[in-house]
């Protein structure tokens, strides 16, 4: 049974950092999505199976830097310069394509997700 475990959210300050780790069980291409309150659930980054192909949002590009350890079956998100607006439930997403993709429905397994609120 595939695994998907977030971990690492938190409370922090706009401008803080903070990283989030997700622990998975196979070899997939990952992804990060989030869900604010009352808004629907939206791509954050993917990163393909290979590791060598990056997808970030607009939102969250030049921020926001998404990488993998296929040693640790681990995948992480670096979030830096956090805003308010990066307030949500962060999720960790697997598919079972090579290639990345910003489609909810692309993914096949799903944590539980970790919340991460910047709040002065």
């Known amino acids: 049974q595939v695994q998907v475990v977030e971990s690492g959210g938190g409370l922090v300050q706009p401008g803080d950092s903070l990283r989030l780790s997700c622990a998975h069980s196979?070899?997939?291409?990952m992804a990060w999505f989030r869900q604010a309150p009352g808004k629907e659930r939206e791509f954050v980054a993917a990163i393909n199976r290979s590791g060598r192909k990056y997808h970030y949002a607009d939102p969250v590009k030049g921020r926001f830097r998404i990488s993998r350890d296929d040693r640790k079956n681990m995948v992480y998100l670096q979030m830096n310069s956090l805003k308010s607006e990066d307030t949500a439930v962060y999720y960790c997403?697997?598919?079972?394509?090579?290639?990345?993709?910003?489609?909810?429905?692309?993914?096949?397994?799903w944590g539980r997700g970790t919340q991460v609120t910047v709040s002065p």
């Open positions: 997403a697997a598919s079972n394509r090579w290639d990345t993709s910003s489609t909810i429905g692309d993914y096949n397994y």
């Open positions: 196979g070899k997939y291409t």
